[in-house]
C-alpha cells in the first residue's frame, strides 16, 4: 500500500475487540517509535506499555482507553529534550508526538484500530506508573483490532481543510 493510501485509511478507532494484539505487532510498533527522528537526535521519550488487564486498569483510572487492549504512554524526560538556543523552546512533546504517529501508523500498517488520547489526567498515569521523577506522560496511544466499522478514506474531503487553506503561503 501507499503511504498516501494508508494514511488516508488511518482512522481514530474507539471500539476494540478484546482479542490481545500479537506480541510481534506490539514490538513492530515499539520498533516504529525507536526509529523515528527527534530533536538533536537527543531521544528524550521513553514508553510505557500496558497490555495486561491489572496495567490497563491502572492507565483506565486516568484516561478512557475505550477499551482497548493495548495502550502506550508515551512520556518525555523535559531535561533529556532539545531546547532551540535562540528562544528556549523545548522539543520534548514535539519529539513524543512523532514517536506516537509513527506508532500509530505501524499500528493502520498492521490492520489494527488505535487511537491517540490527550485527554487524561496526567497526575493518575505519574501515580499509577510510578513514573520516575521528570518523565512527563504527553500522549496515550490505544490499540487493538476495531470492533467498528473503519471511517472513510475518502472522509478528509469534507472533514479536513483544503489544501490551499493549509498551505497559507508558497513562496
Ligand atoms: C494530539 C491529539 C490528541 C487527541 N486526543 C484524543 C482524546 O483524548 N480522545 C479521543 O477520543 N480522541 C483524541 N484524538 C483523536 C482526534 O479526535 C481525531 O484524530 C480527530 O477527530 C480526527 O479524526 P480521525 O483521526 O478519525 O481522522 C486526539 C488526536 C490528536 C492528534
Not at 527527534?38 to 510505557?48: D, E, F, S
Not at 483506565?60 to 475505550?66: E, N
Not at 504517529?101 to 499500528?107: I, P, Q, R, T
Request: hydrophobic share 45%; glycine share 4%.
Amino acid at each position: 500500500m501507499e503511504f498516501i493510501d494508508l494514511a488516508r485509511k488511518r482512522w481514530s478507532c474507539r471500539t476494540f475487540e478484546q482479542q490481545p494484539v500479537e506480541p510481534e505487532k506490539v514490538a513492530r510498533i515499539v520498533e516504529a517509535a525507536r526509529v523515528a527522528p527527534a530533536a538533536a537526535n537527543r531521544q528524550p521519550v521513553r514508553l510505557a506499555v500496558a497490555k495486561t488487564p491489572e496495567g490497563l486498569a491502572k492507565l483506565a483510572k486516568a484516561a478512557d482507553l475505550h477499551g482497548a487492549p493495548l495502550a502506550v504512554v508515551v512520556c518525555a524526560d523535559a531535561q533529556r529534550a532539545w531546547r532551540r538556543p535562540c528562544d528556549g523552546m523545548r522539543t520534548d512533546i514535539v519529539d513524543a508526538t512523532i514517536l506516537a504517529d509513527h506508532m500509530m501508523l505501524e499500528a493502520a500498517d498492521g490492520g489494527l484500530g488505535s487511537c491517540l488520547i490527550c485527554w487524561f489526567d496526567p497526575s493518575i498515569v505519574r501515580r499509577e506508573l510510578a513514573l520516575p521523577e521528570g518523565l512527563e506522560p504527553v500522549i496515550i496511544l490505544v490499540a487493538g483490532y476495531a470492533a467498528e466499522r473503519p471511517a472513510s478514506p475518502e472522509r478528509h474531503n469534507r472533514a479536513r481543510i483544503p489544501a490551499d487553506e493549509l498551505v497559507f503561503a508558497s513562496l
